[in-house]
Structures are given as structure tokens and as C-alpha cells.
């Protein structure tokens, strides 16, 4: 039974492909979670009528009114103003160009409503229910295709002049790397990501490295993935555990740069690369402690994410809650 007490959230996790909403209590625990696709090609209209179809799937599903609502939080996968409450754009969004998205949803919901880009969403996730409750200056990652990130200080996520803040992949480690998406060269995504990985897998192969990588894609160089590195690491591959060592020495470099620049009591480390575990974690946090000041090292703690899948929808709802609690 519910709490008549308690504050329910809707987070609202909008990616390029799905999107999921669920009733969140205060505690961090999901009433319901509804899972669609995003008729991305469509448009924004289409897919603000899909998120609304799933957010009162949701409400059905935990059994409660609209009205039963303290607030909304929608997480979305591009730069964003949080104080406007508008989605500048998003790289797997086609058509969305400055959509005053909290405002839309407010309106048609009668619901406050709030709106933050996604990996900021998980920060607070993480901070709100998972890995860094109870810190006050903490740095979350998320590394998978890219690098994600958020900066939290002193409790609150520290989200910039316009809100594009913690960019934390994008920070330039070689000047002279390779290309970014962001159109820059070298920067931290490029060197430290699942697509660094590959890459840098085909461009060694390709070179005429021996290795059994190949093995695992019978043969085909575009189906290498950070994953199938991994299983050939596993199985003992020298050039795959070669290649993680070195991704893993390039995110010890961006450790360090954050760990000088914030000082923070910890790193919460999540996305779908880190799960390759110590064979990437140690190399990095080696490097950090290499390069990092001594005291900023030492006084730091690595610990992986917690929410995992549900680190968007989660951290939506404990955005929705950050807010509320600060506009008391
Ligand atoms: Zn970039």
C-alpha cells in the first residue's frame, strides 16, 4: 500500500529509439514502468503523443490518477536548458530544434513539470537511489558508444550558464585524435568509448595484427564490437586485451583531469563499456592515480552505477524531485 504521504514522480527517459516511463516513489522504488518505441522519423509531435500514451499506461499500471502527481521529470538525449525547460536539439531526434518540451507536457498534464539532458538525469539517479547516496561533490560517467556525464556539487547538479554543463566526453585529450561527432578532434569519447574500441580493433587488423577477434565475427570487420572484443579478451586474445589496457589508460587520463579540475569523494562509473570490469577499470584508475594530484587521488573513491537500464527513467523522477525539494 502506498504512503498518502509519500511524493510520486513520473520520469519520462526519452531516447532515440525507446521511451520509458515510470511511477517513482521518493524512495526510488518503480509503481510501474512502460516501455515504447519513439516514432523518431515522425517528428516531435508524434513523439510527444507517444510519451504521453506510456505516461498514462503508466499511471494505469501503478494504479493512480495524474493528479495523485507531484511532479514530472522527462530526461532527453541531447543539450538542454533545464531552467527554460527546452531541448535544443538531439542528435537522434530528427526535427527538434529548441522544443519547449517541459512546457508541453506541463500544459497538457496540468502537472509540474521539469526537463533535463539525460546523462545529468542519471547523475542525480545515482545521487537520489544508487551508487552515491549521502555524497555532496561527486561525477558521473557513462561510457558506451560515447561518453556521458554530470557534475554534482555540493548536492546539486551543477548544470551550467544555458545547461550544457558536464559534457565530460567531449573535453579534448589529444588535440591531434581522431574525429568527434561533435565536429572537434580528440576528444575524450573518441579515445576512451565502445566505438574507440572498434576502431581501433578494424585499424589494427587491418594492419595485419594477429588476433582471433575476427573469429567471433565470421570474418566481418563492421559487425566488431566493443562486446566481441571483450569475449576475445576473455578467451585470451593479446591484441583484445591490448586494446581494452589502451582505452582504459585513455579514460585513467580523463579521470585525472576530472579528479584536478572537481576534487570530487567519488566517480560513479556506469554505461555499457564499463561492464568489461577490471580489465578497463584498473588500467584507468592506475592512470588517474599516475597523473592526478596526489591529494585529489587519494581522497577519491571509484564505485560502479547502480540503476543501470533504469538509471534515465530513474534519475528523470529524482530530477523532478531535486526540484521540488529546492524550490521549498
Ligand atoms: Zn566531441
Redo the contacts with the bound molecule.
Keep these: 500500500m502506498r504512503d498518502k504521504s509519500d511524493s510520486l514522480t513520473m520520469g519520462v527517459d526519452l531516447g532515440g529509439t525507446k521511451i520509458l516511463t515510470a511511477v517513482v516513489n521518493s524512495r526510488g522504488e518503480m509503481m510501474s514502468r512502460d516501455h515504447s518505441i519513439t516514432p523518431a522519423a515522425q517528428g516531435p509531435d508524434a513523439v510527444i503523443q507517444f510519451i504521453m500514451q506510456s505516461m498514462n499506461r503508466s499511471l494505469g499500471q501503478a494504479g493512480i490518477a495524474i493528479s495523485d502527481l507531484a511532479a514530472i521529470g522527462v530526461g532527453v538525449p541531447g543539450p538542454s536548458d533545464p531552467d527554460a525547460g527546452v531541448l535544443f536539439t538531439a542528435p537522434n531526434l530528427p526535427g527538434w530544434r529548441n522544443v519547449p518540451l517541459r512546457d508541453i507536457i506541463e500544459k497538457a498534464t496540468g502537472v509540474k513539470s521539469f526537463l533535463i539532458n539525460d546523462a545529468n538525469a542519471a547523475a542525480l539517479g545515482e545521487l537520489y537511489f544508487g551508487a552515491a547516496q549521502g555524497a555532496r561533490h561527486f561525477i558521473y560517467i557513462t561510457i558506451s558508444t560515447?561518453i556521458g556525464g554530470g557534475v554534482i556539487i555540493d548536492g546539486k547538479i551543477y548544470t551550467g550558464t544555458v545547461g550544457t554543463a558536464g559534457?565530460l566526453?567531449?573535453m579534448?585529450i589529444d588535440d591531434k585524435g581522431p574525429r568527434?561527432?561533435?565536429?572537434?578532434?580528440g576528444?575524450?569519447?573518441?579515445l576512451a568509448s565502445g566505438t574507440a574500441l572498434a576502431r581501433e580493433a578494424r585499424l589494427r587488423i587491418k594492419e595485419g595484427a594477429a588476433t582471433t577477434i575476427l573469429k567471433h565475427v565470421d570474418g566481418d570487420m563492421e559487425k566488431i564490437t566493443a562486446q566481441v572484443i571483450q569475449a576475445a579478451a576473455e578467451q585470451g586474445d593479446d591484441l583484445a586485451k591490448e586494446l581494452i589496457d589502451r582505452v582504459g589508460y585513455y579514460l585513467g587520463v580523463g579521470l585525472a583531469n576530472l579528479l584536478n579540475i572537481f576534487n570530487p569523494e567519488l566517480i560513479v562509473i556506469g554505461g555499457g563499456l564499463s561492464n568489461i570490469g577490471d580489465m578497463l577499470l584498473t588500467p584507468a584508475i592506475r592512470t588517474a592515480g599516475e597523473r592526478a594530484f596526489k591529494d585529489a587521488y587519494r581522497t577519491a573513491r571509484f564505485a560502479p552505477a547502480k540503476l543501470g537500464r533504469n538509471s534515465g527513467v530513474l534519475g528523470a523522477a529524482a530530477f523532478a524531485l531535486h526540484e521540488m525539494n529546492r524550490a521549498v
Excluded at 568527434?180 to 578532434?185: F, L, P, Q, S
Design positions: 560515447g559534457e566526453g567531449h579534448t568527434c561527432n561533435c565536429g572537434n578532434t576528444c575524450w569519447e573518441t
